[in-house]
């Protein structure tokens, strides 16, 4: 065999360098000869370092390739320091020790050659040709590519499972692993039986969860049916999918699958909104399936938080789900009040609050059926007069004329008292405001417009002769149930409630309950209801139920409890008990925080912020508006308009006894005739038209 050129050069260099070294050192100590030897040892190491970090094969291989300058470095350095030519001639020994090395193992010229050169005698290998498959003894030749063709060989080769044949194999483009193969049955007509996922599974030697059966429907030149199977393996996908899934693949394994919190629901798109903070993921599910179904403790674990925490927000339309996850809860934050917030539109509608999706819940001053009504539910500190000053606020922006009645006097409704035309504290105010209310519907209903006719109040009708009249009661349950004007405040209260909207006068109720059972009729609730967009906060968990069901809701709508807190958990806790410490203070920031009802579904709400320390006369036009000269005249002559916290007038609520023997058979303060209460017995006996004197005859006459 001849000797390769490179392996010939290496051998001369080492026979002549080899001298070189060993004689440099000791003939010329400070010669550039030792510079360039101790570089290529340098180069030699950094090989060594490369090859010794690099995770390639043959790292061995290259370690030995830059062996001989490393050790031409050592040599020199070793000459360098000794006397002479060292003990025993030593340079001399190694120099000569280092070329032998390098004569016998040649590691430059044998590793960077990828082949040797054949021996010049003998014969060139000739090429090998890859045999051909052999058509399969099953299935005959049908032109099928080569890849059908292994596939069909490794189907027979498996035991054909299911007793099928295959027709065609299709590799997934980027995946060596992953094919779709069209399979039929072996024998004609026949349906496929017994073809599972576990078969196929053991067929091609991969998990049963990446394999997926489907049925094949008939295409125009190929048949169908139940003879008929596509069959999926993809392990390469699967793996891919599991590693570093895609935000489709993520929600469908996660949120849409059977058993997932959205059933059924296929992802849209995901959206990220910088500004606010907050993510927004858009599903939908298919029409057949109906109206979606959340599970949002299930949905919030999956998105990696807490339902108490609330970040997570699920708005449904129709068939598709818009799932808000906020950075950080927005029902933990205070949405200032302002002066253009409060203010109603051409509608008559204001922004009351946001909502958790971000959006702002609007209330209304107004609707088409005349003034709105009002209903404001919380416990003792849930925000309830907050929310009460926002209306207050709106109506009078709206240049309504504002009434306000509180069961128990307070520092905030004082405040509001003084934006109001009338204000006033206890049962009997209340009854008294009541009787004005209903009398002014009857002086507003006999009222001309500028054309001349009577109308109902329609704030989009020019002319009319009166204001808007909103009156609010605050804790107005407490006063229902006063032992002398509950009866009839709740009495007067219902009357208000049903046709006070047609003559532009609104009833706003604020109380800790609507539920029959604590003095509110039924008949009050539901006209309060219809007529105005109800408001419901802080409920305690195990009221929730009760509360939505009094309002009309129905149970599939039905919100789960808020949490207690808004504000996230402090972590620690772990190294706090080790250590003995106590836990730190909840912080209790969910006033102000409950539902607003404007539709079928409640919808949660954070309500705006009145900052009452800070003053409240920004809030307000510089104007309180009054009820017309005209409307207070007709109430003087019905005695009903003057200082009402004021005691008892004589004959106000019943004939007053003749003396005190004859209290036993006198009617109790607070009875009578409840509908004539309010006039006094110089108005009784005062006759100006046909009606009044129809209405002293019935009271002669006992009727």
């Known amino acids: 065999m001849s000797t390769p050129r490179s392996a010939a050069l290496e051998r001369t260099l080492y026979t002549l360098a080899a001298p070189v070294l060993a004689a440099a050192p000791n003939i010329t100590p400070d010669s550039p000869v030792h510079t360039a030897v101790q570089l290529a040892g340098a180069a030699g190491l950094g090989g060594w370092y490369l090859a010794f970090k690099s995770d390639e094969v043959g790292a061995g291989r290259k370690i030995l390739r830059w062996s ?135 067929a091609f030697g991969v998990d049963v969860t990446d394999v997926h059966i489907e049925e094949v429907v008939r295409q125009y030149g190929r048949e169908g049916g139940p003879s008929w199977r596509e069959v999926h393996v993809t392990p390469d996908a699967n793996e891919r999918r599991r590693k570093a899934p895609s935000a489709r693949e993520r929600w469908a394994d996660r949120v ?13 798109k995901e959206v990220r909104d910088s500004e606010r903070k907050v993510t927004h993921y858009i599903a939908q599910v298919p029409d057949e399936m109906g109206e979606p179904r959340v599970n949002l403790h299930a949905l919030a674990a999956v998105l990696k938080t807490k339902y108490d925490e609330g970040r997570l ?83 009078a922006l709206f240049g309504a004329v504002v009434w306000l009645a509180t069961e128990a006097p307070d520092e905030k409704t004082a405040a509001l008292g003084k934006h109001t035309d009338r204000y006033g504290v ?29 109308h109902d109040w329609d704030p989009y009708l020019p002319g009319c002769p009166y204001r808007m009249l909103s009156s609010y009661f605050d804790e107005f349950l407490s006063a229902a149930r006063h032992g002398l004007y509950g009866a009839e405040i709740m009495e007067l209260a219902e009357v208000v409630s049903v046709k006070g909207r047609k003559y532009g006068i609104g009833i706003k109720v604020a109380g800790q309950s609507i539920y029959v059972q604590d003095g509110f009729t039924q008949l009050l609730c539901e006209n309060l209801r219809e007529n105005c967009i109800p408001i419901v906060l802080k409920v305690a968990p195990k009221k929730v139920g009760d509360m939505f069901k009094a309002l009309g809701i129905s149970p599939e709508y039905t919100p789960e409890p808020l949490p207690r807190s808004f504000s996230p958990a402090e972590k620690g806790r772990i190294e706090r008990v080790m250590r003995g410490e106590p ?40 104007t309180v508006e009054f009820l017309t000269d005209y409307e207070i005249r007709e109430l003087e002559k019905r005695d009903l308009w003057f200082d009402w916290t004021e005691p008892p007038r004589p004959g106000e609520f019943g004939p007053e006894p003749d003396d005190e023997d004859s209290d036993d058979d006198a009617p109790q303060q607070g009875g009578g005739n409840r509908r004539g209460a309010g006039r006094s017995a110089s108005r009784q006996d005062t006759v100006t038209s046909p009606r009044q004197a129809l209405e002293a005859i019935k009271r002669l006459s006992g009727v």
């Open 583 to 622: 836990e730190p203070p909840s912080n209790s920031n969910t006033g102000g925080a409950g539902w607003i009802v404007e539709a079928k579904q409640p919808d949660v709400l954070r309500a705006l912020f009145m900052d009452f320390n800070a003053g409240i006369d920004g809030y307000f036009p510089d």
């Open 256 to 268: 849409g699958g059977a058993g997932g919190p959205i059933p059924g629901s296929e992802f849209v």
């Open 426 to 454: 206890g049962a009997l105010y209340m009854i008294r405001m009541l009787r004005a209310l209903v009398a002014l519907m009857e002086i507003r209903g006999e009222m001309p417009w500028e054309d001349g006719q009577l």
């Open 313 to 395: 927000f699920v708005t449904i339309d129709g068939n598709e789900v818009l799932v808000s996850l906020w950075d950080t809860s927005p029902l933990a934050q205070v949405f200032p009040a302002t002066r253009e917030l409060l203010t109603p539109d051409k509608d008559g509608r204001w922004v009351t609050g946001y909502l958790g999706n971000g959006q702002p819940a609007r209330n209304r001053v107004y609707t088409d059926r005349g003034a709105a009504h009002g209903l404001f539910v919380a416990p003792s500190g849930g925000g309830k007069t907050q929310l009460m000053a926002l209306n207050v606020a709106a109506d």
């Open 68 to 202: 001989p300058l490393v050790m031409a470095a050592a040599i020199d350095v070793a000459a360098r320091h000794t006397p002479g030519w060292g003990p025993w001639c030593l340079d001399a020994i190694l120099a000569t020790g280092w070329a032998a090395a390098g004569l016998l193992v040649m590691p430059f010229s044998r590793h960077t050659r990828r082949n040797h050169r054949p021996a010049v005698d003998a014969p060139a290998p000739a090429p090998r040709r890859e045999p051909a498959l052999e058509p399969s003894p099953v299935q005959p030749d049908d032109g099928a590519d080569a890849f059908t063709r292994q596939v069909r060989r490794l189907w027979e080769n498996r035991g054909m499972p299911g007793r099928t044949v295959v027709v065609k194999a299709i590799p997934h483009p980027g995946m060596p692993h992953d094919l779709s193969v069209l399979v039929r049955a072996s024998e004609a007509g026949r349906p496929i039986a017994g073809l599972t996922d576990e078969v196929v599974a053991a």
